[in-house]
């Protein structure tokens, strides 16, 4: 387990609810990696808490699907497996498109201008190379996309999907031959808005998911491989 594990109280939260998004928030962001076996003992020494909240925490990961319960082993943070990534991706990649083609016609100038700094934002954190700093600015660009469309429908239907995005977008950045890419394909979507072309953008937005699930599919592999 990561040392760098701790818990991040939050003094309006009961204790369990701080231990649910502690451990939510290292699975996501990676630190508490696919197929870790979750020992209460462990964690409950760790954080500093009993094992209650902690027991707690593991059952309603368990419910969002990011833990599994394995017979005679106990409870494991869930693998990204190829089917839930393609069935979160494909959703995905038609909800980006319409979010780029919409913001082509509805985007106003500040919000361009904002579009304009995340690309640049994201081309610092790039070279930085924080994984969490690259997924934040990541994560900021795109729902400024997502917001220009003015859409609230739209915005709720990607925020369902966000938080498996997050974890997905972790895995896709730890490759780091692909950084160039990303920020290519970024520059892209901003232009395509930038113009009001709406099938550039669409066709951009596409390949840009397109790219992440072959990366991730990459990985997911090699891990199987590597796996005893």
């Given at each position: ?19 649910f998004?502690?451990?939510r ?20 020494n ?11 925490a ?5 419910l ?6 394995i ?6 943070v869930?693998?990204i ?14 909800l980006?498109?319409?979010?780029v ?15 304009g ?18 997924a ?28 498996q ?5 972790f ?27 709406r ?27 590597r796996?005893?």
């Open positions: 387990m990561d040392g760098k594990l701790q818990i991040e109280m939050d003094e309006f939260l009961p204790l369990r609810d701080v231990v998004n502690t451990l928030r290292a699975i996501l962001n990676g630190k508490l990696k696919p197929g870790e076996r979750l020992m209460e003992v462990h964690l409950a760790r954080l500093g808490v009993s094992r209650t909240p902690i027991r707690e593991i059952r309603k990961l368990e969002e699907g990011l833990v599994i319960m017979p005679r082993r106990g409870a494991e869930a693998r497996t190829e089917k839930s990534l393609k069935d979160v991706l494909e959703v995905r990649r038609a980006d498109a319409l979010s083609e919409l913001a082509c016609e509805r985007i106003t100038q500040p919000d361009l201008e904002r579009l700094e995340a690309c640049r934002n994201f081309e610092r954190a790039v070279r930085g190379e924080d994984a969490s700093v690259i934040s600015a990541d994560v900021a660009l795109h729902d400024i996309i997502v917001e220009a469309t003015g859409n609230r429908r739209l915005q709720q239907l990607v925020n369902n999907l966000s938080e995005m997050y974890r997905f977008r895995v896709y950045i730890k490759e780091e031959n692909q950084h160039d890419n990303l920020v290519a394909e970024h520059r892209e979507i901003y232009e395509s808005i930038l113009n009001c072309d099938e550039r953008a669409a066709a951009a937005a596409r390949l840009h998911i397109d790219n992440q699930e072959k990366s991730i599919i990459r990985q997911i592999r090699l891990e199987n491989e796996r005893p």
